[in-house]
């Protein structure tokens, strides 16, 4: 019998999976979007599936090079060079974001090549929070919806995103009752499987995306996947879609415990309200939901979100990630250093490329990490950690 949690590495590793086949050959059409402020619940209300778009299965960045420059990220790179090669050809439609400046430079490279889908909508989320930004940002989502309706001749009911509300918020509390478990002693779900789960389930249509998390929270009790000598780890980064990468961090004796991830923790830790206004409730989710370093007013959110980690999942250090020239997240990775000091919580950075190698210096750099983090509890304890026990004294 197939592992679950096998069957859901192998569909996170490539664009397609057979549920997403089915809807498409059942005449469903899918839009891809870029960007968690992009919400999928009207793309959902009008019929169709919501497709986070992503880079893996690869081919390298030399195509998307042509139309970007040196100091881009290896993300749009790599998403553009799949674009150029045909690899989203099933898309009826695309969805950009301002989500950053490399990012929103993909609608115009997108308009420039001349490649499909013919429905291409530039999306605009605030970058700051608060009533005006959500004033601002309601507008933004009747606009989308407005785009929908008038490209595809559907009509996008108050009914019909109100359903899509609380299918989408049955899945948020799915997702959030299998991050309840790596609460636990023995860690029993990796933080790579957690990626590529949400790999999966963000390319599929949203009930059999509900029920393929029931299934992995059916195989969850009783397994126990992490050492009894692993640190518990908080992850913050922002695009995030390499399991090996996490995979290579893990196998360093690091266990995954939290994170902050578009493809993570961002994803499904707020509700939407399901009453009243589903454009505003929408607005609001999005708007206020964890919050990643392009929202320049939120970054005491995502510190305070990080100091919940430490107490409620028991997290010993921090690994916060960037891509080559990022500024967003080299900006927020400055503070956590900053606030690291001040806290005294052990924090490593780390730059790296998109599928771009580099895992002998990266492994180095998290094992030496792991220990400096293994030592730090023994000075301060005398105790180290053992499976599902808390601490035991070592030697003993």
Request: proline share 3%.
């Amino acid at each position: 019998m197939t592992d679950i949690f096998d069957s859901v590495k192998k569909m996170a590793s490539v664009d397609r999976n057979p549920y997403l086949d089915a809807a498409i050959a059942d005449g469903s059409k899918v839009i891809g979007y870029f960007c968690s402020y992009v919400p999928e619940e009207i793309i959902h209300a009008a019929g169709m599936i919501p497709y986070r778009m992503r880079a893996v299965d690869n081919r390298g960045t030399d195509r998307g090079s042509v139309y970007y420059s040196a100091i881009n990220c290896s993300f749009v790179r790599s998403c553009f060079g799949k674009a150029l090669e045909g690899d989203f050809s099933f898309l009826d439609g695309i969805v950009f974001s301002n989500g950053c400046d490399h990012l929103r430079r993909m609608y115009d490279n997108w308009r420039y090549a001349g490649t499909g889908p013919r429905f291409r909508h530039m999306f605009v989320a605030p970058h700051i929070t608060g009533d005006t930004a959500l004033v601002r940002f309601t507008d933004e989502l009747r606009g989308f919806a407005g785009s929908i309706e008038n490209h595809y001749g559907v009509k996008i009911s108050v009914d019909a995103l109100k359903d899509s509300v609380r299918l989408y918020n049955e899945k948020r509390r799915l997702l959030a009752q299998l991050y309840e478990y790596r609460k636990s002693g023995e860690v029993p779900v990796r933080g790579s499987e957690l990626l590529s789960l949400m790999l999966a389930v963000t390319m599929m249509p949203a009930v059999d995306a509900i029920n393929l998390i029931r299934d992995v929270l059916a195989a969850v009790p009783g397994r126990a996947v992490s050492g009894k000598d692993d640190i518990r780890v908080y992850i913050s980064s922002g695009c995030m879609e390499e399991t090996a990468h996490l995979e290579l961090i893990e196998s360093c004796g690091a266990a995954i415990v939290a994170d902050n991830l578009c493809l993570g923790s961002r994803h499904f830790d707020t509700i939407a309200d399901e009453e009243g206004d589903p454009y505003e409730s929408l607005a609001r989710r999005y708007l206020r939901h964890l919050s990643c370093p392009r929202m320049m007013n939120s970054f005491k959110q995502r510190l305070d979100f990080l100091e919940n980690a430490f107490s409620e999942y028991a997290v010993d250090a921090v690994i916060a990630e960037k891509l080559k020239f990022c500024d967003l997240w080299g900006g927020d990775m400055y503070l956590m250093k900053q606030e690291s000091r001040k806290k005294r919580f052990p924090i490593l950075l780390l730059e790296r490329e998109l599928y771009g190698g580099g895992d002998g210096q990266i492994r180095t750099r998290v094992q030496a990490f792991v220990e400096q983090v293994r030592n730090k509890i023994y000075s301060e304890t005398g105790m180290v950690r053992a499976a599902g026990a808390g601490y035991r004294t070592s030697g003993k």
